[in-house]
């Protein structure tokens, strides 16, 4: 049972562009978080998709957004790149109450 | 607002030495809390986690952890560290609808 994909592993991007991440769930799960983790600290919450709608959202602007496909992956999208962006980008899934995290997608802005 | 606070950042054991991890949370509503681990190079794993009942949890690899709801407290354990210990462990509340919030992580390095 594969566990929670992310794509790519790794992403450099120049201030101003536009970023695409994706992101397969866990077998069976049906919810899907995104979490951004800047070098030194905890994961901090972007948002989350239940059943193809943003359920929650942290305190994240609005060109961060986000997509969940009918067969529950997902995909993070981030326009406007900021020097700030730069970070691990990471999608955990979910069933129940204990989340699955990816192994990442580390974002490089220059 | 709802925040998870470690207390120590950085922590360096000798192996077999015991170990105890602070952290504090502070939230309003029903409490799940979690520990998670990412090893060097690997991604974030569950550890242990407590939803309710007996507020002594057992996790994975000799890992345990207290939850006194008096104090806000689910501080991590391990009587006898190893080497392959090394990581960094973030302690995480449920903060509704299983948005998960972390603490800022403590990193933990076991010297042989």
């Known amino acids: 049972d594969a566990g929670v994909t992310q794509s790519p592993t790794h992403l450099i991007k120049t201030r101003g562009q536009q970023v695409t991440l994706r992101c397969s769930p866990k077998s069976g799960h049906d919810t899907v978080s995104w979490y951004q983790q800047a070098l030194g600290q905890g994961p901090q919450f972007i948002f989350q998709?239940?059943?193809?709608?943003?359920?929650q959202r942290g305190n994240f602007p609005d060109r961060f957004s986000g997509h969940q496909f009918p067969n529950y992956s997902s995909e993070l999208n981030v326009n406007a790149l900021l020097l700030g962006d730069s970070a691990l980008y990471l999608c955990?899934?979910?069933?129940?109450?204990?989340?699955?995290f990816g192994p990442g997608t580390r974002l490089t802005v220059l | 607002a709802q925040s998870v606070s470690q207390h120590n950042h950085h922590v360096i054991l000798s192996e077999a030495a015991s170990l105890e991890l602070g952290c504090n949370y502070s939230y309003g509503g029903t409490v799940n809390l979690f520990w998670y681990v990412q090893y060097p190079g690997q991604h974030l794993q569950l550890l242990l986690k407590y939803f309710s009942g007996d507020p002594l949890v057992k996790g994975i690899k000799g890992f345990e952890a207290e939850f006194i709801k008096s104090k806000f407290s689910f501080n991590l354990r391990k009587p006898s560290v190893q080497w392959s210990d090394t990581a960094e462990y973030f302690c995480a509340v449920n903060g509704g609808y299983n948005k998960l919030i972390f603490g800022a992580g403590t990193r933990l390095a076991v010297h042989p």
């Open positions: 955990a899934s979910s069933l129940g109450p204990a989340a699955f």
């Open positions: 998709y239940y059943e193809e709608e943003e359920r």
